[in-house]
């Protein structure tokens, strides 16, 4: 897990925190560069996350690198 990203890392411990046992992370679960499998993805989208317990969005990244949750 130390070879994931720094967002990856808080979103599986905050999965595993809240007792989820699974998580999907859209861009290691679906080959952002490949139009084929995004439009396969994309296609069936709304009911992976219609099917979700939670939904996290970080909104405070740049970009992958660094952490969900920052200093308060």
Known sequence: MERLPKM?????????GLGV???W????????????DWEQQSAVMAD???GCYLNIVS???????EGCF???
């Open 8 to 16: 990856f890392q808080d979103a599986v411990a905050l999965t595993r």
């Open 25 to 36: 992370i859209d861009s290691l679960c679906s080959i952002q560069q490949d139009k084929a």
């Open 21 to 23: 046992q699974y998580i």
């Open 70 to 72: 920052g200093a308060r």
């Open 59 to 65: 909104t405070r990244t740049r970009n992958g690198h």
């Open 48 to 50: 992976i996350y219609d």
